[in-house]
């Protein structure tokens, strides 16, 4: 069993459409990063969170410490927020990545 | 432009063969790191070196040596690799360890034959 959690595996939108990607760990952490992968495998930190909110133009970020869940939301979303987007803890030295999530927008 | 650059891009090698990945940072960091990231599976961290001294080496096979001369360069020698070491390996750097923020490069795409 992976100790992060992402869902769904897989996700197709329509341009314009709301988006929610989950993330659920089982180690206790100070701070979980979004990362995003693009087609030709770079990738680039989004968001680091210890609690609460971020928000980054289009894209917000909530984690909740106490149940050890995270969401990461796209409004408005765009062909180029096609990527995978990735969630990251780390516990002491280890380094724990969910399998991605896989988004593609369709215009 | 992530300031970490991975050569090459892809790689394509028999199990026989002899080959090395290189990555460099111009980022000033102090940590690099080898990732290697197979189809449908999380990353998977593979060595760390912090002040060039290896730190981490998470019980990878030794048909993989890394090699970190400096703190701007990490190596990756592949000797003898079997098809299931295809994967795209990634490098990355931070300016502290451990952290999660980290550069990431664009990565190797190795193909084992």
């Known amino acids: 069993k992976n100790e992060v959690e992402q869902s769904p595996q897989n996700l197709t939108a329509q341009e314009g459409e709301f988006i929610t990607i989950n993330c659920s760990y089982s180690?206790?952490?100070?701070?979980l990063h979004w990362l995003q992968q693009h087609p030709g495998g770079g990738i680039v930190s989004l968001f680091m969170?210890?609690?609460g909110k971020k928000k980054h133009g289009r894209l917000i970020a909530t984690i909740n410490i106490q149940e050890k869940h995270s969401s990461l939301h796209i409004t408005a979303s765009h062909p180029r927020d096609s990527a995978v987007y990735i969630c990251?803890?780390?516990?002491?030295?280890?380094?724990?990545f969910g399998t991605g999530t896989s988004l593609t927008v369709i215009p | 432009e992530t300031g970490v650059t991975q050569t090459p891009r892809h790689l394509v090698m028999g199990m026989t063969n002899k080959k090395s990945l290189k990555c460099e940072q111009h980022?000033?960091?102090?940590?690099m790191y080898w990732y290697k990231q197979s189809a449908k599976k999380p990353l998977e961290l593979m060595f760390v070196?912090?002040?060039?001294?290896?730190?981490e080496n998470n019980s990878v096979p030794s048909r993989f040596s890394p090699e970190c001369p400096n703190s701007s360069h990490l190596f990756l020698h592949l000797h003898t690799l079997q098809p299931e070491d295809s994967a795209l390996y990634l490098c990355?750097?931070?300016?502290?360890?451990?952290?999660?923020?980290?550069?990431f490069g664009d990565g190797t795409r190795l193909s084992i034959l």
């Open positions: 990355a750097s931070s300016q502290d360890y451990p952290t999660m923020s980290q550069h």
């Open positions: 070196y912090n002040f060039k001294e290896q730190t």
């Open positions: 990251a803890v780390r516990p002491g030295n280890q380094f724990y």
């Open positions: 969170l210890s609690s």
């Open positions: 180690v206790g952490i100070s701070a």
């Open positions: 980022l000033g960091h102090n940590a």
